[in-house]
């Protein structure tokens, strides 16, 4: 079956610091993977995704890249910012929902 | 820019009762979903509806629950007698097209007494 194993959290980094949150996925076929961010008092939003095999998603400087060989989507922002604060949530898509991690809380401080 | 929006924000219950939970999905959607999250665990998907009817639905998605869209713009998810394990935040998405990107409101969190 499907499922998304993502590093738990929580985590805190001081601004300017690297970021990765790793994500590994169990699928049958060929799904999408996505990183949705949840910020406080919000709904979830997609942050990135990608469809295929090798495929990278980026946005906003945070980038990850679908390694079908490592069936991993690990989600990596060169330099965070304290507006990045929030909770990330790795997810694939099953055939006719998601399937989402338990979601990493990533506190930066300045 | 159009969003999901849903209501009541916090929903405080009494174990048994009925809790109706409503969202407005984007108006030119045509897919809804609801996920539940259980404090500190996975999102979990519950059931998606298409068409005016259950597309798909998860082992959490019991006789205890039920979906509607009543009219052109609302869809709810209907808790018939709740109990103590129903108390998560409940999340109802939409899409335009099937296996196309979900726009998500920002949750109602029930809690049942």
């Known amino acids: 079956g499907n499922s998304v194993t993502q590093m738990e959290g929580p985590v805190t980094l001081s601004e300017e610091a690297f970021l990765t949150i790793n994500c590994t996925y169990t699928a049958t076929g060929y799904p999408s993977l996505f990183w949705y961010v949840q910020y406080p008092g919000e709904g979830l939003q997609l942050l990135l995704k990608a469809t295929k095999a090798d495929d990278k998603g980026s946005n906003k400087g945070f980038e990850a890249t679908y390694r079908k060989e490592t069936t991993s989507f690990h989600l990596e922002k060169g330099s965070v910012q304290v507006s990045d604060s929030a909770v990330y949530f790795c997810?694939?898509?099953?055939?006719?929902?998601?399937?989402f991690g338990t979601g990493t809380r990533l506190t930066v401080i300045p | 820019e159009p969003e999901v929006t849903q209501t009541p924000s916090h929903q405080v219950t009494q174990m048994g009762q009925e809790v109706i939970l409503r969202c407005v999905p984007i108006?030119?959607?045509?897919?809804f979903y609801w996920y539940r999250q259980i404090l500190g665990q996975k999102v979990e998907f519950l059931v998606s509806f298409y068409n005016n009817e259950i597309s798909e639905k998860s082992e959490i998605f019991d006789d205890q629950f039920s979906v509607e869209r009543p009219d052109g713009s609302n869809f709810t998810l209907k808790i018939r007698s709740t109990k103590l394990e129903d108390s998560a935040m409940y999340f109802c998405?939409?899409?335009?097209?099937?296996?196309?990107?979900?726009?998500f409101g920002p949750g109602t969190r029930l809690t049942v007494l």
């Open positions: 997810a694939l898509t099953g055939a006719n929902n998601l399937f």
């Open positions: 998405a939409s899409s335009g097209l099937a296996f196309n990107e979900q726009f």
């Open positions: 108006s030119n959607h045509l897919y």
